[in-house]
T-cell receptor
Framework: EDQVTQSPEALRLQEGESSSLNCSYT??????LFWYRQDPGKGPEFLFT???AGEEKEKERLKATLTKKESFLHITAPKPEDSATYLC????????FGTGTSLTVIP | DSGVTQTPKHLITATGQRVTLRCSPR?????VYWYQQSLDQGLQFLIQ???????AKGNILERFSAQQFPDLHSELNLSSLELGDSALYFC?????????????FGPGTRLTVL
């Protein structure tokens, strides 16, 4: 069965404490993997699209990587404003979304 | 502010009714996407239109339909509403026709079915 699993469900970090969020997937024919950030009550904000294993993309304190079975979103020296839910989605012949990781960064 | 507008912000209706949600994409964007986000099923892709034509279809129920008009705004029609249709409905837009393009999401319409 095609599915996307994100872990952990929730993560609390001290400001400056780097960590990684995981997105594992079991879909055939991956054509793209997406990362989004979503603040409460707002629409998702696009972060990255990754297309093939080995690919990496960076944006400010965020770095996304992709292997054949999972993607990681690395957050370096996070700040309180990085607190949000981070969603992962994969696109093969359908869109499959994970349920997200809720990140809280404590000052 | 993403530049994508959605109306109304909130909608409360009864089971069996029909509603229309409206979306105006960012200036210059030709693609419009519709998503449903509920507590139990998370975010789900419903459908994409590009320049008036259906481009990709996701988990859209037969009771739901969408269209994109010549001025590029889009409407999502939900009929024979059920309690389970209560959710946030997001519209997104992008410049190109492929689903991999950066999508800009609107603020959403919260639908409550009583």
């Amino acid at each position: 069965e095609d599915q996307v699993t994100q872990s952990p469900e929730a993560l609390r970090l001290q400001e400056g404490e780097s960590s990684s969020l995981n997105c594992s997937y079991t879909v055939s024919g991956l054509r793209g993997l997406f990362w989004y950030r979503q603040d409460p009550g707002k629409g998702p904000e696009f972060l990255f699209t990754l297309y093939s294993a080995g690919e990496e993309k960076e944006k400010e304190r965020l770095k996304a990587t992709l292997t054949k079975k999972e993607s990681f979103l690395h957050i370096t020296a996070p700040k309180p404003e990085d607190s949000a839910t981070y969603l992962c989605a994969v696109f093969s012949y359908q869109f499959y979304f994970g349920t997200g990781t809720s990140l809280t960064v404590i000052p | 502010d993403s530049g994508v507008t959605q109306t109304p912000k909130h909608l409360i209706t009864a089971t069996g009714q029909r509603v229309t949600l409206r979306c105006s994409p960012r200036s210059g964007d030709l693609s419009v996407y519709w998503y449903q986000q509920s507590l139990d099923q998370g975010l789900q892709f419903l459908i994409q239109y590009y320049n008036g034509e259906e481009r990709a279809k996701g988990n859209i129920l037969e009771r739901f339909s969408a269209q994109q008009f010549p001025d590029l705004h889009s409407e999502l029609n939900l009929s024979s509403l059920e309690l389970g249709d209560s959710a946030l409905y997001f519209c997104a837009s992008s410049a190109g026709q492929t689903i991999y393009n950066e999508q800009f999401f609107g603020p959403g319409t919260r639908l409550t079915v009583l």
